[in-house]
């Protein structure tokens, strides 16, 4: 029989399902089991996952709770595409509980969707064109937010995007500042400032890694907004719940328009959310006569509203934030310790759960900085980290994630493991 891989290959382009599942050097990955912080191929081979699916499994792969919420809403209702359910009430009164700007809330089912809407919206009250974001941010596929993450040198500072089949026009209706630089966005402001519908970022630019935002240039953001009057858009769909069960803007105390969600709220099933002030949510078509086309056949997926409420009551009551951000402060001060003694220079830098080893000096401030990052080093010690079962995806410039179903042992065999893939990968 063919192998699995191969018959996909035949009928899915390139054999997977999404840009960036396909790793060089690892050929024929066929998943069959993920529990934990494991998951399992059809070779029988046996990875410590610090990829999470980039993000959502802050409680580990098929928490038990998780589970037993989505069996549970299999036997109650499925979808029934009018009306509202209990679910979904419970779970929009948890976001705008927990999320300082959520006054009001939709469900998506995909954190593309939710910016997408936010965008629309912004140019729907506003009456503006443009939008600004920030090189080395992602917030998803569609065509307004599709440029500058991670771009060549050469490319940075002009429109860069990362797909054919944009207008042109289109792209021309994003301006790309680069992050942390405060200056670049008053200047933005003093020249396009009539015609700025939004500003979207990734508070923390985890799309690059992790870039830590300078509290000067968030305060900047929300001031030029404010005068603006630009809607300020913070796409928490990474630093959302896993940094904080308020997102960064309950870390930084600055309070967007709106904010985007998911990943890590339904600790893997389909879920994206968008909220904020309740006067641009208004606008939205859930309302009848809002002028806002908003709609989504699996928005509010009873089975996904489900494992949204089972995540975020285990984040609430069992100490997961504390778990993982002491793991996670473990395995970056032991990776600088592995890299500084192996003299291999190296930036280990992150946030809580978050980990990303750079093979370069610091600082890493802007997306500039991380050009000097040694993307054959970068890649290489990866692919060397999977000899020893530890997944790290092997892609330049992609952070690392700790989840609750993390141990200690996990974090020693990663530290080991690390010393040797780093002086192998060095050469
Ligand atoms: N925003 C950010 C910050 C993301 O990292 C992503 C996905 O990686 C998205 C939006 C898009 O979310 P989705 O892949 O669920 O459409």
Not at 401 to 422: F, G, I, K
Request: proline share 5%.
């Amino acid at each position: 029989m063919k192998h699995l891989a191969e018959r996909a290959r035949q009928v899915i382009p390139g054999g997977v399902n999404s840009g960036q599942r396909s790793i060089p050097g690892l050929t024929d990955l066929v998943i069959t089991h993920a529990a934990g912080a494991r998951f399992r191929d059809s070779q029988g081979r046996e990875f410590v996952d610090y990829h999470a699916a980039f993000g959502p499994p802050l409680l580990g792969h098929n928490d038990p709770d998780v589970s037993a919420a989505v069996a549970e809403a299999g036997r109650t209702v499925d979808l029934c595409g009018v009306g509202v359910t209990a679910g979904e009430v419970e779970l929009a009164e948890t976001l705008a509980e927990l999320v300082p700007s959520v006054e009001k809330v939709l469900l998506t089912s995909t954190g593309s969707e939710a910016t997408f809407h936010a965008l629309r919206v912004a140019r729907a009250a506003t009456g503006r064109r443009l939008v600004v974001k920030f090189q080395g941010c992602y917030h998803g596929w569609h065509d307004a937010v599709s440029l500058n993450v991670i771009s060549a040198p050469e490319k940075v500072g002009t429109h860069d995007p990362i797909s054919t089949g944009i207008l042109p026009e289109v792209l021309q209706a994003t301006l790309v500042l680069p992050f942390n630089d405060a200056e670049a966005v008053r200047r933005a402001f003093a020249e396009h400032g009539d015609d700025i519908a939004a500003v979207i970022l990734e508070p923390v630019p985890h799309n690059v890694g992790c870039l830590l935002p300078e509290q000067e240039f968030l305060e900047t953001l929300r001031a030029e907004c404010t005068r603006a009057g630009s809607v300020l858009i913070f796409d928490e769909v990474i630093t959302g719940f896993r940094h904080h069960l308020g997102g960064w803007q309950a870390i930084s105390g600055i309070t967007p328009d709106l904010t985007t969600m998911g990943k890590a709220i339904a600790n893997g099933y389909p879920v994206g959310a968008l909220g904020g002030r309740a006067d641009l949510m208004e606008l939205f078509s859930s309302r009848p006569g809002g002028p806002a086309f908003f709609a989504g056949t699996y928005n509010g997926q009873p089975a996904v509203v489900a494992a949204a409420l089972a995540t975020l009551r285990k984040l609430r009551e069992e100490p997961v934030h504390e778990h993982v951000f002491r793991l996670g402060e473990r395995i970056r001060t032991g990776l600088a310790e592995v890299f500084a003694s192996l003299d291999i220079p190296a930036l280990v830098t992150g946030y809580g759960s978050v980990f990303v080893g750079y093979f370069m000096t610091g600082p890493a401030r802007t997306y500039d900085d991380l050009l000097r990052n040694d993307a054959n080093m970068f890649i290489g010690y990866r692919r060397r980290l999977l000899e020893h079962g530890v997944f790290e995806l092997p892609l330049n410039l992609k952070r690392s994630h700790v989840s609750y179903a993390h141990t200690d042992a996990d974090a020693d065999h990663l530290l080991e493991a690390a010393a040797s893939a780093a002086s192998l990968a060095r050469g």
